[in-house]
C-alpha cells in the first residue's frame, strides 16, 4: 500500500511565506512525476506546478516566480515553497504522485488528503 501526507499548510498573512511537504510511504519502487494541485471553494482542482523524476519543473502561471517545487528521491518527498502568498492563494491544496510499487510493473496515480492554505489580506 503506498499512502502520501501533505503537511505545512496553516493561516499566513498576505506576503507571507509557506512551506508544504509531501511524504511517499510504503512499498515504494520509483516515483516519476509529482505535482501540487489546489482546489478552491467553488472552484475546479487546478494544478500549481509539477516536477519529473529527473527535476524537471513546470509552473501555472498564476504562481510562477513564487512558488517553488523540488522533491527529495532519497526520502520520497516532495516540497512547495510560496512566497508572496496573496488572498487567491487560499485553497487546499494536494499532492499527486505517480508510483511504481514493488509488487507491481505499472504505475499508477496516488492523491494525499490534502492540506489548508489560508492567505488573510
Known amino acids: 500500500q503506498v499512502q502520501l501526507v501533505e503537511s505545512g499548510g496553516g493561516l499566513v498573512q498576505a506576503g507571507g511565506s509557506l512551506t508544504l511537504s509531501c511524504a511517499a510511504s510504503?512499498?515504494?519502487?520509483?516515483?516519476?512525476?509529482m505535482g501540487w494541485y489546489r482546489q478552491a471553494p467553488g472552484k475546479q482542482r487546478e494544478l500549481v506546478a509539477s516536477?519529473?523524476?529527473?527535476?524537471?519543473?513546470t509552473y501555472a502561471a498564476s504562481v510562477k516566480g513564487r512558488f517553488t517545487i523540488s522533491r527529495d528521491n532519497a526520502k520520497n518527498t516532495m516540497y512547495l515553497q510560496m512566497n508572496s502568498l496573496q488572498s487567491e492563494d487560499t485553497a487546499v491544496y494536494y499532492c499527486?504522485?505517480?508510483?511504481?510499487?514493488?509488487?507491481?510493473?505499472?504505475?499508477?496515480?496516488?492523491w494525499g488528503q490534502g492540506t489548508q492554505v489560508t492567505v488573510s489580506s
Open positions: 499527486n504522485a505517480f508510483i511504481m510499487r514493488f509488487t507491481t510493473d505499472t504505475t499508477s496515480s496516488y
Open positions: 510504503g512499498s515504494i519502487f520509483r516515483i516519476n512525476g
Open positions: 516536477i519529473t523524476g529527473s527535476g524537471m519543473t
